[in-house]
């Protein structure tokens, strides 16, 4: 069935139920029926399955193609809380079993009906701690495996507020999936409020980011709102998303009359609103209704489509190439910038800052914080890194992303060595965080674990060129490197899009000959790479290159590698934006001696004694016209100088002044 309900939909919209709970309130069952468990309508699955297979019944009339089981609020974690968790099995497995009887009473070979088992939310959301995400993962695995054992059609994950609870719920689903050797559609739909932000602060596009690694057959929303301010959203799933749009509204926004919640739409109204959604959005395929609705609003939904097809106007699928993304609790975005690169700020890495160190040695978590927040303004995503010999690494990580995670709108990268290091941070991170990352220094013993921990929690992953001989210095060993890791990723069940190849940045400003040439060797194995693996991304820890120099010559030897770098096709650098100088502000002779020693190359002497010797007479950072106050600048002034630095700050608030 699982490959009929996906081959329907690239023909046409397949039309949902309504909502549950309206409906059972509607039947009004004998308080006795609930057997004092007021606040669970699963039970009824026990008590009066004759309830809930009429309300599937009714449904199925009025020409849905797909009925939801009972079992919203059936998890453990939910049942538990009406002591009802002993009963998880009995109610779940009957929910289905009163589904499928239902379905199998309106269903024939050209016109097929489903079940989907649905997986609901529970009043605990761990991103605000109140369960972990262990604990809630496998309340929904468990949940979810009784679902596909006794033969749903699919998997539906609704009414997600919580970026840690829906990706628990889906890597609980794909693990019952495992478990239970069956593969089924996954489907995943979030609630987003009137104010456009699901409930902690998360916008639509950022749910996706989140989730869209669980290898989902459809995304969408469903209950809070009505169809129309569910537009917006769905212009952006139909813009974005790589996958076909779910939409559920309610019946309109819920108005409380005389103590009770009371829906506005007509059916007529909602299947109008929802007539046109359709036809503007024609990636929605899965299209019902949340509260308020009831087979009369699903009739009249199910005669418009009909109409629709019969005309033949459903318009073919139409995706726009998925560009990889990362996300915060927040927002995401894309890997694939434009101008690149990518830019993590290294300001805190416990390693890379000084001022960062000193503020961890005195467990100022808070003061480290602000530095995250600062640095998070001209950054796309932050480096986060605690490890300090002698010093409790999971503890610290625990104490400092906790108070980054709320606070901080841009993504994390996760810096660690440590699996259980990663492992900790990544189960308190709701958005999509990138990990930090995984060699071969032993084998890939410790890269197979890493692994895991990426496809649990749909991470993206950094590759460093590193194997049992140690650091790959030359550009033919980094890529040969770089394919054994992707070989090890792509068994892991990661994708091309799911990993960052870090081909290593080493120091020119040692004195080791040996590596003289180790910029010239990384921005050849960037070429190489990209040429023999064109779906690959590269990331380089910039900085690194110039270890050893003085503070004034690394600013403008990390500053021309860094172009350098990108015109090689680097697409992400590791570095601390504010001591990155635009080209335009570089004093040429400067640039020279910088390209030089970048690219060993020997005019009179040697590079590096060159620039050592010059920056020693020379003991500025750059010989940089003097700035003139911004004060003094007109607004056209301001915005040419905004562009000749490469500084995006303030840009909209110039632009809307022009």
Known sequence: ?????????????????????????????????????????????????????????????????????NTFTASPVALTEDNLDKEMMAINQ??????????????????????????????????????????????????????????????????????????????????????SGIELPLIVSVTIEANGKTLLGSDIIAMLTAVEPYNLSLFGMNCATGSMVMREHLRQLQLYSPVPIFCKPNAGIPQNIDGKLRYSMTPQIFVEEIASLIKEFPNIRMIGGCCGTSPEYIKALALQTSKIKDKQEFEPLKFSKWKPRVSSLFSSITLDQEPRPFVVAEQTNANGSKKFKELLEKNDYDAMAMVA?????????????????????????????DRVLKNVDIPLMIDSTNPKVVERALSIAPGRCIINSINLEDGGVKAATILKLAKKFGAVVVCLTIDED??????????????????????AGLRDHDMLYDLLTMTVASGDKELYDSAVQTLEAVKMLKKEMSESRVLLGVSNISYGLTVAARKV????????????????????????????????????LAERLLDNTEVSGSPLADILSYFEKNKTVSKIEKN???????????????????????LSSILSEI
């Not at 009163?98 to 609901?120: D, H, P, Q, W």
């Not at 001209?378 to 999971?394: F, I, K, M, Q, T």
């Not at 140690?470 to 033919?476: D, E, F, L, P, Y």
């Open 1 to 69: 069935m699982k490959n009929h309900l996906l081959s329907i939909l690239k023909e046409r919209p397949l039309i949902l139920d309504g909502a549950m709970g309206t409906m059972i309130q509607g039947k009004k069952p004998n308080p006795l029926d609930y057997k004092g468990h007021l606040n669970s309508s699963a039970i009824l699955n026990l008590t009066r399955p004759d309830i809930i297979e009429s309300i599937h019944d009714e449904y199925f009339q009025s020409g849905s193609d797909i009925v939801f089981t």
């Open 94 to 179: 009957t929910a289905v079993t009163i589904a499928m009887r239902s379905a199998a009473k309106y269903s024939s070979e050209g016109n097929l009906k489903f079940v989907l088992g649905e997986l609901g939310p529970t009043s605990k959301l761990p991103t605000l701690g109140h369960i972990s995400f262990d604990e809630l993962m496998a309340s929904y695995m468990q949940q979810a495996e009784v679902l596909i054992k006794a033969g749903v059609d699919g998997i539906v994950i609704v009414t997600c507020q919580d970026m840690l609870q829906i990706k628990a719920a889906a890597a609980g689903a794909r693990e019952a999936m495992v478990n």
């Open 373 to 401: 927040k600062k640095a998070s303004q001209g950054a796309h995503a932050l480096d986060l890194c605690v490890a300090y010999a002698g010093r409790d690494e999971s503890r610290d990580m625990t104490e400092f992303a």
């Open 470 to 491: 140690g650091m790959a210095k030359t550009s033919v060993k980094k890529v040969e490197i770089a394919k054994k890791l992707r070989k090890i990723c792509l068994d």
């Open 557 to 592: 030897v990390t500053s021309v590698f860094l172009s350098k770098a990108t015109h090689a096709g680097v697409d992400a650098a590791i570095i601390n934006p504010i001591k990155i100088l635009p080209p335009s502000k570089i004093v040429e002779q400067e640039r020279l």
């Open 628 to 650: 003139i106050s911004q004060d003094d600048l007109t607004l056209e002034q301001k915005l040419h100088q905004k562009i000749m630095d490469g500084d995006k700050t303030e």
